[in-house]
């Protein structure tokens, strides 16, 4: 692609346009359509992911996109593609297409689609919107959008639980926007400007405000992250249908708040004024903590989803703790647990996902034997469980690998302490659940069986987690291939940040 | 041209208001949307005029002042005359729908309407106290008979209050321009800042400035002085309902932030100024509490607006005694939040007209199941609230952003935690009725579907009060003066 095609600018607000105009589509459409709507829904994730794709390979030539235009005095919106945000865009773009096709599956013969699905596009161009935003202004702008466009479809049952879940996580992120605001009114009444800059644009020496403002940003973006402890919202939101929460997991909520705090600390303050002012090491310990905390809060759970919640909160935290090393491998480990931890997560909630629609289990305990009903849904949950532990050549080990030799990089050793640790915990609460899944034989009835046809499960369901077990396989065993992970995550390391 | 443009704009209300007084519902609608028609483009076009090239004083009838009504023609006065023109019409529009035709008194409203709207053309474009007075009366006046047009007995005593209110409100402030003239021998706004710079300390005139503020800030429904609004808004017919709050409150602010800027610099004290602001934080908190805890949909919308109406005294600490860059923002954001609460007020009054209509019911927990079949004008709702928790991009977050800077960089930073919890506090009571309308009950699934034509203005405006944030900066170059001299 040539280096002034003018197009060029107008990608990224394409980009953003093809999940607005399909929700605008879909919110139109009326309920009955169901055909038209499915169609709208997958050309529209399909054509993203195309722009995506050309964006990305731009990038990788050194080109950048860019729009930009004055909202208020000194406020611009500027939509810009950099390697990090097609890091993030990517995965969303990605995961948007086989959620989709999850979602149609799991919500057939249920009421209100339509307004389901017009959320769910919201949802998807808030996170692109948030992987593209060029300053903190229009980061901010996309990251609250998610939380209405979010909050629709965590009370989409309409249930007394749904409803006081929506109400929880309603009340921690409009909170955690708030603080957000504030932070971000006084940093641009401190410094003048909110544009993301390589290397950050915060100047020293440290004062008070700075250090508050540092503060209330992370704290705003920490409940969204789910850490220690704004994490409270998020095993309470799995009432939602599985599609939403393996959207909330893997890619839009907690998404939303790691990549902030990855752009907060990188191009706001900048990593080394960060790190030689002592920033991180706070963040690095709460990180660690909740790393920690998370996991053993998952071992006591009984319900699946519920265990999946706390491990996505201690995994979630990898991101930020291999931000902290602010060594390069550290950062590299780190950043491509934000890729990691997505299609790993998303694998294991499309997993539990369809152990709930098919047979009807939410509990651990009434697994027994189901890899024998449902073969190839748990072979992709138990590639995504080893993943989690960091069994090689899984994608989950090439993350706690890099991060370790960081760590030691770094001169930190102490987090390879609480690596294995938390790869101990993941061991106990993972293990246990395979066990079951293969080595127990069954005993009862399935709670509430359906059958269709030949497959163990609906096509539209059993495809999306054979899928991603696959990539996750794929992006651990390829890792070193040009357009991997960690590769891209290399590229930004050394290309952005700590040359 | 211009002068032409001027007349239509002044008289068509007024003859609109006479001539629909001697025909019916139905034929005044019709004359009605004429009308509409001719005030928008008439305000359209002197918008456009102004921005190119800038603003003008014009005598009414070639009249000079001091005998004649001299108007000030700037940018400030036509973005709110056009603002009037927008809500006025869609209101209008909406009623024409809305109201029952049947209904006798119904006939009176497009007389009150338009003597409504001639009011508030008058206080956006007035320059001299008397002519204020007149304009604020007739928008009294007019607004008290547009709420008693609800029919019923708790109508009337709505607005029996509303009018003792207004009544006690208009003495005092009228009181405060008399001591104003025996003081200074004049009523021009322009003419009593100069006077007042050249000579500072003159006494009595603090008491008078004080005895008009109270009086405003009673006719704005001030914290405390807010118990009439409530029943007055909650009651009437909803696209009256829209009108009062969007427009008929903002006049009297108006009023009140013109006579602080031209004056408060000499006549008012720190103590004044932080006065107003502290009563507006406590509207800001206690109308949000209040609102949460309201059974009635139309309850909450109403005490909202006491809330709303709190950040606007803002502007009084936050201009005085500071800086001339801080002063600008804080206008600025005062203007914002003027326009984005009368646009989304206004939707989310018709729009809650729209809900009621459909369910039969104005009870907050009567709407079960909505979110299903009423979903345009829910989402309607759902947009104006969007602005009124002061999210982006929404006009209510440019205002919001402006004064959150405006009061850091004045060191008043106590400011921003009242913009924050009002934030926080408003969306609790529009999560609320989004929370209501989510809930399923399997019996209650019957609903009236309300004509198109009544959902889509609501849309329309919540759309304009969730753009305006985009269009932030060039309207606000328009309003390159705000409150200041035209040309």
Request: with cysteine; hydrophobic share 55%; net charge neutral.
């Amino acid at each position: 692609m040539a280096e002034d095609f003018w197009l060029n600018p107008w990608l990224p607000l394409m980009a953003l346009a093809t999940s607005m105009v399909a929700a605008v589509v879909i919110f139109a459409l009326p309920e009955e359509r169901h055909g038209l709507r499915t169609g709208v829904n997958l050309a529209a994730s399909l054509l993203k992911l195309g722009l995506i794709t050309v964006m990305v390979w731009g990038v990788f030539q050194g080109l950048e996109y860019r729009l930009d235009f004055t909202m208020m005095p000194g406020i611009e919106f500027v939509l810009r593609a950099d390697p990090l945000s097609m890091m993030f865009a990517g995965l969303s773009a990605v995961l948007w297409v086989l959620t989709t096709a999850y979602a149609v599956g799991y919500l057939e013969y249920s009421p209100n689609r339509s307004r389901f699905f017009g959320f769910f596009s919201l949802c998807v161009a808030s996170t692109t919107g948030i992987a593209l935003a060029g300053n903190l202004f229009t980061f901010f702008l996309f990251y609250e959008m998610l939380t209405l466009a979010t909050y629709p479809l965590v009370v989409h049952r309409g249930t007394e639980k749904a409803l006081a879940a929506g109400r929880t996580y309603i009340i921690y992120t409009l909170s955690g926007g708030a603080l957000l605001l504030l932070g971000m009114a006084w940093l641009y009444a401190e410094t003048g400007t909110l544009e993301f800059t390589q290397g950050g644009f915060v100047e020293g020496p440290l004062t008070p405000s700075l250090a508050i403002i540092f503060a209330l940003l992370i704290a705003g973006l920490g409940v969204k992250a789910a850490l220690f402890p704004l994490h409270g919202w998020l095993p309470q939101a799995m009432v939602a249908p599985a599609p939403v929460s393996a959207l909330l997991h893997a890619v839009a909520v907690v998404k939303a708040g790691a990549f902030g705090i990855v752009r907060v600390v990188n191009d706001v303050f900048g990593i080394e004024f960060a790190r030689d002012e002592g920033l991180l090491l706070p963040l690095a310990w709460l990180a660690a903590f909740t790393i920690t905390y998370g996991s053993l809060r998952a071992l006591a759970q009984q319900d699946l989803k519920r265990m999946l919640a706390f491990s996505t909160v201690s995994q979630v935290s990898y991101i930020v703790l291999g931000l902290c090393l602010a060594s390069p491998l550290g950062m590299v480990g780190g950043l491509v647990h934000l890729l990691h931890q997505g299609i790993m997560k998303i694998t294991l909630f499309f997993c539990a996902g369809n152990y709930a629609e098919t047979l009807g289990v939410h509990r651990i305990d009434e697994l027994d034997g189901a890899g024998r009903r449902m073969p190839a849904t748990s072979i992709a949950f138990t590639i995504g469980a080893f993943g989690m532990i960091g069994v090689p050549p899984l994608a989950g080990f090439i993350t706690k690998w890099t991060m370790g030799l960081g760590a030691l990089e770094a001169n930190m050793p102490w987090v390879v302490l609480v690596l294995l640790v938390s790869s101990v915990l993941n061991a106990a609460y993972f293990l246990p659940v395979v066990h079951r899944l293969w080595f127990r034989a069954r005993e009862r009835d399935w709670p509430e069986e359906v059958r269709w046809g030949r497959l163990e499960t609906m096509s539209w369901l059993l495809w999306p987690p054979v899928l991603t077990a696959a990539a996750v396989v794929a992006i651990g065993v390829l890792a070193s291939f040009q357009f991997s992970p960690l590769s891209w995550a290399e590229l930004l390391v050394n290309r952005e940040y700590l040359p | 041209m211009m002068s032409w443009l001027m007349a239509g704009l002044l008289f068509t209300p007024l003859a609109w208001a006479v001539v629909s007084l001697l025909v019916g519902f139905r034929t005044g609608r019709w004359l009605s949307w004429v009308g509409m028609v001719l005030q928008v483009g008439a305000s359209v076009a002197l918008w456009f005029a102004v921005a190119r090239e800038s603003g003008f004083y014009y005598a009414l009838g070639g009249w000079q002042a001091p005998l004649g009504i001299e108007l000030q023609v700037d940018g400030l006065a036509l973005t709110f005359v056009l603002l009037t023109a927008a809500v006025a019409s869609a209101c209008g529009l909406h009623a024409g729908v809305y109201l029952d035709p049947d209904k006798p008194w119904q006939r009176y409203f497009w007389p009150l309407f338009w003597f409504l709207w001639a009011g508030l053309n008058a206080v956006w474009l007035g320059a001299d106290l008397f002519n204020l007075y007149v304009g604020l009366e007739l928008i009294t006046l007019s607004a008290v008979g547009l709420v008693a047009l609800g029919g019923d007995a708790g109508a009337l005593r709505a607005s029996l209050r509303y009018l003792l209110a207004a009544l006690v409100g208009s003495m005092a402030y009228l009181l405060g321009v008399a001591l104003m003239y025996g003081q200074f021998g004049t009523l021009s706004l322009a003419g009593m800042s100069h006077l007042a710079q050249e000579y500072p300390g003159l006494e009595g005139a603090g008491l008078a400035m004080a005895l008009m503020m109270t009086g405003l800030a009673l006719k704005t429904a001030l914290f405390p002085l807010h118990g009439w609004l409530p029943p007055a808004h909650g009651i009437a017919r909803s696209p009256v309902s829209a009108l009062l709050s969007a427009l008929v409150v903002k006049a009297s602010f108006f009023i009140a932030a013109r006579l602080w800027l031209e004056l408060g610099p000499n006549l008012g004290t720190l103590a004044l100024a932080q006065l107003a602001g502290v009563l507006g934080a406590l509207a800001v908190l206690w109308g949000s509490w209040l609102a949460c805890l309201q059974p009635q949909l139309k309850q909450v919308v109403a005490y909202s607006s006491v809330a709303q109406i709190g950040y606007l005294f803002l502007l009084f600490p936050l201009t005085w005694g500071v800086t001339e860059a801080v002063s600008q923002q804080a206008q600025q954001g005062m203007t914002l939040q003027v326009i984005s609460h009368a646009l989304a007020k206004a939707a989310m009054f018709l729009a809650a007209g729209n809900l009621i209509l459909s369910t039969g019911s104005n009870r907050v927990s009567d709407l079960a199941g909505v979110s299903r079949f009423l979903p345009f004008s829910l989402f309607s709702f759902g947009l104006a609230g969007v602005s009124l928790m002061s999210l982006p991009p929404t006009g209510g977050f440019a205002a919001k952003w402006l004064l959150l800077q405006a009061s850091l960089n004045s060191g008043q930073w106590w400011w921003t935690l009242v913009l924050l919890a009002g934030g926080l506090l408003s969306a609790a009571y529009v999560f609320r009725i989004y929370r209501a309308s989510f809930v399923e009950h399997s019996e209650l699934d019957q609903f009236y579907h309300p004509p198109r034509r009544l959902e889509a203005i609501p849309m329309m405006l919540a759309l304009m009060s969730l753009g305006l944030g985009l269009v932030a900066e060039p309207l606000l170059s328009v309003m390159a003066l705000p409150f200041g001299e035209g040309g």
